[in-house]
Nanobody, 114 residues
Framework: VQLVESGGGLVQPGGSLRLSCVASGFTFTNYRMRWFRQAPGKERELVAGIGGFGGFIVYADSVKGRFTISRDNAKNTVYLQMNSLKPEDTAMYYC????????WGQGTQVTVSS
């Protein structure tokens, strides 16, 4: 199993980024996918989750109305569209799947700063 994130970077407050996570090594449609984030000195927190066929979407209260999770099962890819970014969104963002055990990507850094 591999989860490979991309799309992070430095963006000004109010800006947008789209994160991608390409999955391999398992039947993608069979599993819920999640995005987590971890800021320095803070615990890792769930940002958003999506079911195998795009349903059962959940968001952290802090990102509702600004972030959108989606998936393209033909590409084995899950996305996180992040709009109206705030400095407090600065964190390492991780893709996550629980197959029989937990799998994490390597993370992609998002920095929101002027």
């Amino acid at each position: 199993v591999q989860l490979v994130e991309s799309g992070g970077g430095l963006v000004q407050p109010g800006g947008s980024l789209r994160l991608s996570c390409v999955a391999s090594g398992f039947t993608f449609t069979n599993y819920r996918m999640r995005w987590f984030r971890q800021a320095p000195g803070k615990e890792r927190e769930l940002v958003a989750g999506i079911g195998g066929f795009g349903g059962f979407i959940v968001y952290a209260d802090s990102v509702k109305g600004r972030f959108t999770i989606s998936r393209d099962n033909a590409k084995n890819t899950v996305y996180l569209q992040m709009n109206s970014l705030k400095p407090e969104d600065t964190a390492m963002y991780y893709c996550y799947a629980r197959i029989s055990v937990e799998y994490w990507g390597q993370g992609t850094q998002v920095t929101v700063s002027s």
